[in-house]
């Protein structure tokens, strides 16, 4: 199993442009998330999932949105990238519910905006 | 909403030395505290977390203590190696609220042969 994969793991963006990240898991796993992380301030939660077809925010969901289409699979979009995104993005699963609350996290997008 | 503060940023022992980090929540209706550990350029990796109705869970070197009453919770290494080096974050969470975790800043744990 590749567990959770990201792609891209770097991308360099202009002011203003748009790009979608890509996670993907093959553990079947129910509930997905998005974390970013910035030096000093540990991660953050964007947006998650608790299902197919789900999505609701986190703590940080402004310039970001998201999708899952399919169960495997969750996408984050960034519509006008900002130098504040700027940061290194992180994909997480988990098979959800009361006692299988251990998240697999991806190897992390590092992306600029410049 | 929750708030995770974790103490202290930066941790320095010498090998076999026990090394403890701390983190306080906000929200008495967390249950659910795990610990992660991230290596340089990878993703967070689970190493040992602690549900509620639990006061502490051991795993070989590594314990966690939970204190509900005052809410804090602490992850305790004992005889510290080189691989232990890493950045160590702790996080709450409520089961009930999608199992989304609040993460607390970390802690960069050097520990010097």
């Known amino acids: 199993n590749a567990g959770v994969t990201q792609t891209p793991k770097f991308r360099v963006l202009k002011t203003g442009q748009s790009m979608t990240l890509l996670c993907a898991q093959d553990?079947?796993?129910?509930?997905m998330y998005w974390y970013r992380q910035d030096p000093g301030m540990g991660l953050r939660l964007i947006h998650y999932?608790?299902?197919?077809?789900?999505?609701a925010k986190g703590e940080v969901p402004d310039g970001y949105n998201v999708s899952r289409l399919k169960k495997q699979n969750f996408l984050l979009g960034l519509e006008s990238a900002a130098p504040s995104q700027t940061s290194v993005y992180f994909c997480?699963?988990?098979?959800?519910?009361?006692?299988?609350?251990?998240?697999?996290f991806g190897p992390g997008t590092r992306l600029t905006v410049l | 909403g929750e708030n995770v503060e974790q103490h202290p940023s930066t941790l320095s022992v010498q090998e076999g030395d026990s090394a403890v980090i701390k983190c306080t929540y906000s929200?008495?209706?967390?249950?659910?505290f795990p610990w992660y550990k991230q290596e340089l350029g990878k993703g967070p990796q689970l190493i040992i977390d602690?549900?509620?109705?639990?006061g502490e869970k051991k795993d070989q070197r590594i314990a966690v203590t939970l204190n509900k009453t005052a809410k804090h919770f602490s992850l305790h290494i004992t005889e510290t190696q080189p691989e232990d080096s890493a950045v160590y974050f702790c996080?709450?969470?409520?089961?009930?609220?999608?199992?989304?975790?609040?993460f607390g800043q970390g802690t960069e744990l050097s520990v010097k042969p």
């Open positions: 997480a699963s988990s098979y959800g519910g009361v006692y299988y609350n251990e998240q697999f």
């Open positions: 553990m079947n796993h129910e509930y």
């Open positions: 999932s608790v299902g197919e077809g789900t999505t």
């Open positions: 929200d008495s209706a967390s249950n659910y």
């Open positions: 602690i549900r509620s109705n639990v």
């Open positions: 996080a709450a969470s409520n089961h009930n609220q999608g199992g989304k975790l609040i």
